[in-house]
């Protein structure tokens, strides 16, 4: 029996199950890696995504080769034609694969018709099994986030002082999340790449692609190796962390990633592993007494957050993508595929940014580009696709968990206990956005009334009786309860208006 190994494009780590088993061996066996036009036509990707990603493929073919292994590297237009070369080529008749962490792409394994046998091994890019989650979800009937975090934490043995947190507490967020305004904030540069000669051949062929794409190809700045990933967590550790917690969702216009580690591209496609990352901010911790608040704020977005999604989006099915609990239907705005197209310096900002980079830092992406699609009424899986196509670490079981349910609240309640939605209130008070817009971002009835504050009200009005039943907005639905009926019709009025215009 001859066996074969194909790595995804996702799946670009040494340890990662397939390869895992046969590293040590003194006879390596054929190994493929593929870049299928087809597959990169699902959706406008991004061009730095596409780039990332055959660059790094690349660079792991390159790593394969000196560690022996005889690799095919292949460039064609679907997967199942130069599979079938390889393992007739090979005399191949079994296939090893890590299981994808999309299920789209699962489907899409079970339909190829193959010469030979295809076994899928577990996939260990994640700390949690599927098994593991699926025991800890079936005993509740609220999926707290917070519980599965501290779970995570005694699981793991994270930050623990025998049974109890390190410093006492599980959770030091009342430290962190301060406003930018009113400091003068000094932020430590971003660790950036120059191509290589690799990248800057894919940086070619990206922009030689005929068919749609998003975004800037150039300057492209990311690692696209284990080694480069490496460098920028170490730099991470050392420059940024130290202030990681503190100021974790302020925006600054021209401040694009603030002090955020910028790993989850490098995380997502296997060249760092999740525990690694953990682990080096644990030590940072004891070792160099960098602030708890900051530790513990960046290890739960990665224990906690990042294991959360991923397990939900396995445990809550097939399903799942297609919630629109809100029944939201319209369409999304040209800007956001060209931000010179909106006039709300916030979305502006962000949109050019991720335009320019294929980044955003998460309160961006929660609390002004969904913030903003939410309180639209924009459609969840239309919202869904752009977030899939824009952005340089998206993947479907990453992003269904995080716009669906986080950003949108689309499936009612089950991920959020309740919707992120905001008027201009939060983003004046957390960015310095609105200080160079032409809305006021106090205003929501007048002539220079901000979106967010009238699209905000309406979505409010709007959905009034299911977010009643919800609860945890009572608050702000009694100051609904108080506004007149003359000031709820100029909502609804500039709300159509601005729909009508923009959308
Ligand atoms: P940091 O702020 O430095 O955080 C460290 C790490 O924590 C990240 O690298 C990431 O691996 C992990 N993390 C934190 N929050 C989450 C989360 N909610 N889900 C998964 N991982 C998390 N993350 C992606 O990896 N890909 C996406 O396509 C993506 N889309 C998002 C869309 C929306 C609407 C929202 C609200 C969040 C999305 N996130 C996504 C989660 C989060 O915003 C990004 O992981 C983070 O901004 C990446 O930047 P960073 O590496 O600098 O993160
Ligand atoms: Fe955004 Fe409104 Fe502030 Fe302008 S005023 S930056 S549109 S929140």
Known sequence: MTVGIWILGDQLSMTQTALARVIASLKKPPVILIESLRHAQKRPYHRQKLILIWSAMRHFAEELRRSSFPVTYATADDFETPLTAWVKKNGISEIQVMMPSDRPFFQYIQTLKLPCKITLLPNNQFLWSEEEFAQWAKKRKRFLMEDFYREGRRRFGILMAGDKPVGGKWNYDKENRQPPKGKKLKVPRAFWFEPDEITREVIQKVQSLSFPTYGNAEPFRWAVSREGALQVLDYFIEKRLPNFGYYQDAMIAGEETMWHSLISPYLNIGLLHPLEVIQAAERAFFEKRLPINSIEGFIRQILGWREY??????????????????????????????????????????????????????????????????????????????????????????????????GLFADGGILASKPYASSANYINRMSNYCQNCQFDWRDRLGENACPFNFLYWNFLERNRDKLKKQGRLSFILANLERMSSEELEIIRKKSTEYLRNFL
Not at 315 to 334: I, Q
Not at 343 to 359: A, S
Not at 365 to 392: K, T, Y
Request: hydrophobic share 45%; net charge negative.
């Open 309 to 406: 999604m991923r397990g939900l989006y396995i445990y809550l099915g097939a399903e799942y993508p297609e919630k629109n609990w809100f029944n939201h239907t319209e369409p999304l705005p040209d800007f956001f595929w060209n931000a010179e197209k909106t006039n709300m310096n916030c979305l502006r900002q962000v949109l050019i940014q991720v335009q320019q980079t294929g980044y955003a830092h998460h309160i961006q992406r929660l609390m002004v580009l969904s913030n903003f699609a939410l309180i639209a009424g924009l459609n969840p899986q239309e919202v869904e696709n752009w977030f899939h196509a824009a952005f340089i670490d998206s993947y479907d079981w990453v992003m269904q968990t995080n716009v669906i349910g986080m």
